[in-house]
Nanobody, 119 residues
């Protein structure tokens, strides 16, 4: 099993920045991609960004240039730097990990961290 714990959410004014962190623990060997997703009230969960174990990144097109995903493999931690935040970025942000083990993929989710962008 893999446990994911997010931190760094909060209330920020429009135009501000936040940095989210997600620490993975447990059976972390075999994790080949980690990512961030978000879910706004009344909407479906959507992809924000992913990063592979070799640090190859993928972003939702609309967030490119404002959000940056990175990882520290030694700390089993993935980060999401969010700049120029807008009210529409308000959502619960979830950390995600995919692990390859015994010929199958297992998907894990964190509990989520609330990001609220408001003046």
């Amino acid at each position: 099993q893999v446990q994911l714990v997010e931190s760094g959410g909060g209330l920020v004014q429009p135009g501000g920045s936040l940095r989210l962190s997600c620490i993975a623990s447990g059976s972390v060997s075999g994790i080949y991609v980690m990512g961030w997703y978000r879910q706004a009230p009344g909407k479906q969960r959507e992809l924000v960004a992913t990063i592979t174990s070799l640090s190859s990144t993928n972003y939702t097109d609309s967030l490119k240039g404002r959000f940056t995903i990175s990882r520290d493999n030694a700390k089993n931690t993935v980060y999401l730097q969010m700049n120029s935040l807008k009210p529409e970025d308000t959502a619960v942000y979830y950390c995600n990990a995919k692990r390859w083990f015994e010929s199958k993929v297992s998907i894990y989710w964190g509990q989520g961290t609330q990001v609220t962008v408001s003046s």
